[in-house]
């Protein structure tokens, strides 16, 4: 079965970077683009954007272009999200999303990112 | 970008009663290529991630209950539970994925009244 698993929760300082996986299986890895969103406390969803795993090129949310870099390991089936000049605000649940299809979308379980001085 | 507009923010239904959230796409998000929206509605219990209950606006995602349904079709797209069961209060979020950005709506509070 499709399953996204996603790396642990990390506390950064302000400033610092971090880097999310997300571990893919149970389907052809470079057959869907992964999407990466996020989840602030109490709040909604919000969309990064997109990584194709058959090219490696990624396409960012304007709000996110410069602070973070999309990657993949095509022989591991991996995903990887990384935001540098962490603040505050960058505090949330990271999620990674397989593209949709006829068979829906599949999640990852999230990663509590907080950053806290 | 397409704004996503839900309602009601709360409901509030006595178990086993029908719920209806609503929302509203500010522009189409039909697919004429295929004739499919592509608007789907994510269930999200606290402290979980969210889980998607239907996608493609009416397809029932594998092993979701069939008191679930969504309808609707190019702007206006409805969620409805028929039956509300206790394991089904939730926040509902629908989303858009004809387009990126990803759009959400900001999500309607389920609960048992």
């Known amino acids: 079965q499709v399953q996204l698993v996603q790396s642990g929760a990390e506390v950064k300082k302000p400033g610092a970077s971090v880097k999310v996986s997300c571990k893919t299986s149970g389907y052809s890895f470079t057959g869907y683009f992964i999407h990466w969103l996020r989840q602030a406390p109490g709040q909604g969803l919000e969309w990064m954007g997109w990584?194709?795993?058959?090219?490696?090129?990624?396409h960012l949310a304007q709000k996110f272009q410069g602070r973070v870099t999309m990657t993949i390991a095509t022989t591991i089936s991996t995903a990887y999200m990384e935001l540098r000049s962490l603040t505050s605000d960058d505090t949330a649940v990271y999620y990674c999303a397989r593209d949709w299809d006829v068979d829906g979308s599949f999640w990852g379980q999230g990663t509590l990112v907080t950053v806290s001085s | 970008d397409i704004v996503m507009t839900q309602s009601p923010d709360s409901l509030a239904v006595s178990l086993g009663e029908r719920a209806t959230i609503n929302c509203k796409s500010s522009?189409?998000?039909?697919?004429?290529?295929?004739?499919?929206?592509?608007l789907g509605w994510l269930q999200q219990k606290p402290g979980q991630p969210p889980k998607v209950v239907i996608y493609r606006a009416s397809t029932r995602e594998s092993g979701v209950p069939d008191r679930f349904t969504g309808s609707g079709s190019g702007t206006d797209f409805t969620l409805t539970i028929s039956s509300l069961q206790a394991e089904d209060v939730a926040v509902y979020y629908c989303?858009?994925?004809?387009?990126?950005?990803?759009?959400f709506g900001q999500g309607t509070k389920v609960e048992i009244k």
């Open positions: 522009q189409s998000v039909l697919y004429s290529g295929n004739n499919e929206n592509y």
């Open positions: 989303l858009q994925h004809f387009t990126t950005p990803w759009t």
């Open positions: 990584i194709n795993p058959n090219s490696g090129g990624a």
